[in-house]
Nanobody, 124 residues
Framework: QVQLVESGGGLVQAGGSLRLSCAAS????????MGWFRQAPGKEREFVAA????????YYADYVKGRFTVSRDNAQNTVYLQMNSLKPEDTAVYYC?????????????????WGQGTQVTVSS
């Protein structure tokens, strides 16, 4: 069993930055991949970014590419999402997720474990 805990959310002005962290406990195998998703009020959960746990492969949604960076620290069992040049439309609850397959996925239903989410609010 894997537990995921996100932190680092908050209120920031447009153009600002935040770094989200996702601490994983339990057995994280090298074959796992990790993803970040977000959900705004009244909208479906959408893919943000993903990273392979062992091969460092990364993938980003077009609407965050060039502004967000996903990374991970295997020794700390932690995945990060650095968010720069934030926009009001980035406002959402951000979720960390783990998938028991090394190939990253953009589909929420293909992830096996989820954190509780952290709120990110970007003011204009």
């Amino acid at each position: 069993q894997v537990q995921l805990v996100e932190s680092g959310g908050g209120l920031v002005q447009a153009g600002g930055s935040l770094r989200l962290s996702c601490a994983a406990s339990g057995r994280i195998f090298s074959s796992y991949s990790m993803g970040w998703f977000r959900q705004a009020p009244g909208k479906e959960r959408e893919f943000v970014a993903a990273i392979g746990w062992s091969d460092r492969s990364t993938y980003y949604a077009d609407y965050v590419k060039g502004r967000f960076t996903v990374s991970r620290d295997n020794a700390q069992n932690t995945v990060y999402l650095q968010m720069n040049s934030l926009k009001p439309e980035d406002t959402a609850v951000y979720y960390c997720a783990a998938r028991r397959i090394i190939v990253v996925s953009t589909l929420a239903h293909e992830y096996d474990y989820w954190g509780q989410g952290t709120q990110v609010t970007v003011s204009s």
